[in-house]
């Protein structure tokens, strides 16, 4: 990998634990607007699987920017995905950031949000097993327990590699966990394997000497950024703002990755070790922000696996929901 390629690489893995289900917390009432062309407050997820959204609730961009304008900016932790889509479906923020195929399955179910930007390219899933675990192939899952948490990446990485070795979710006993929960049940033994998730994934690794034993880059989507309907209809030039400095925070760790590593380490509470391994292995940042063609063919290729899985409900629903996912407009009119 060349040296510039690298420095992206290594930050973006920062924090690969992207990923949906659950939308189903209660709606909340947004905050008031403080008239003119922005909020009074401007809600944002941070996500360790998320390198860039660290890097600004760090350095306060927006804060300054938004300062002369009157506007609170507002960090929401999010989990994995599918907090994220719980906080946007909630309308608790404005800006979540998930995996590709977790923004697609909720908007395919009634979640009005669009992809504004991506943020990586990243490979923060695979199928892992315990150190002393027998196992070695997928196909060696059938009658098996196996953690991963429904709704984000690793679970649909899951679903795609049963249907390479040719089984179905019901040759496996899924059992559904928030991410660390996956790591936790792995380890004590409580599970066969799981559907792991960067950083925790990397860390159990390194740590505890788990294997991953199936890897594919092509079963991750990418990492997006996505913004209510509503917010990005009344306050155009904030959503402007938020990308642009996204792609701020994206040239940061690549001009920083010793500091890019620190961060992670601290915000996820890893060792550098499993920062380093993350962010110079498994994540690049260095990718078009612009969402289009790239993502639409990886989203085309699960999507019949969300199906048959029941996490949308018709096939229609689901070309339906890519087809109005994308607002490209903000990342091509982002700061040069």
């Known amino acids: 990998m060349k040296r510039a390629a690298l420095a992206l690489a290594v930050a973006a893995a920062l924090f690969t634990s992207g990923c949906v289900e659950g939308e189903h917390s209660a709606p909340a009432a947004p905050p008031p607007a403080s008239g003119g062309d922005a909020p009074a407050e401007l809600r944002l997820d941070y996500a360790y699987y ?34 994220a889509n719980e906080s946007l479906r909630a309308e608790a923020v404005d800006f979540g950031s998930t995996a590709g195929a977790a923004a697609l399955l909720a908007r395919a179910n009634a979640t009005p949000i669009k992809v504004v930007s991506i943020y990586s390219q990243p490979e923060w899933a695979a199928i892992v097993v315990g150190r002393d675990s027998p196992i070695t192939t ?6 098996r327990k196996v ?27 899924v059992v559904n966990l928030q991410h660390a929960d996956g790591k936790a049940a792995l380890e004590r033994g409580d599970v066969d394997a799981w559907a792991g998730l960067d950083p925790i994934m990397a860390q159990t690794q390194v740590d505890s000497g788990s294997k991953l034993i199936y890897r594919n880059k092509a079963f991750n989507s990418y990492g997006t950024l996505n913004a209510r309907e509503a917010f990005l209809a009344k306050y155009p030039a904030v959503a402007q703002l938020v990308v ?18 620190d961060l ?10 499993v920062a380093r391994l993350v962010l110079t292995e498994r994540t690049a940042l260095d990718v078009d922000p612009v969402p289009g063609e790239a ?29 109005s996912l994308f607002e490209p407009r903000f990342a091509r009119a982002r700061a040069k």
């Open 138 to 143: 997928v196909a060696q899952l059938k009658g």
């Open 295 to 323: 993502q639409r063919k990886v989203l085309e290729t699960i999507l019949p696996v969300l199906v048959a899985d029941g996490n949308i409900k018709t096939a229609e629903d689901g070309r339906q929901a890519l087809e």
């Open 147 to 173: 953690a991963a948490t429904k709704g984000t990446d690793p679970y649909f990485f899951l679903l795609q590699s049963l249907q390479q070795a040719g089984l179905t979710p019901k040759d496996v006993e």
């Open 264 to 273: 992670l380490a601290r915000e996820s509470k890893v060792s550098p070790a």
């Open 50 to 83: 998320n390198p860039a959204s660290l890097v600004l609730r760090e350095q306060r961009w927006l804060e300054q920017e938004l300062q002369a304008k009157g506007t609170k900016v507002t960090w929401v932790l999010s989990a994995g995905s599918n907090k």
């Open 244 to 261: 642009d400095a996204y792609e701020k925070a994206k040239a940061w760790i690549a001009a920083n990755p010793g500091p890019a590593v």
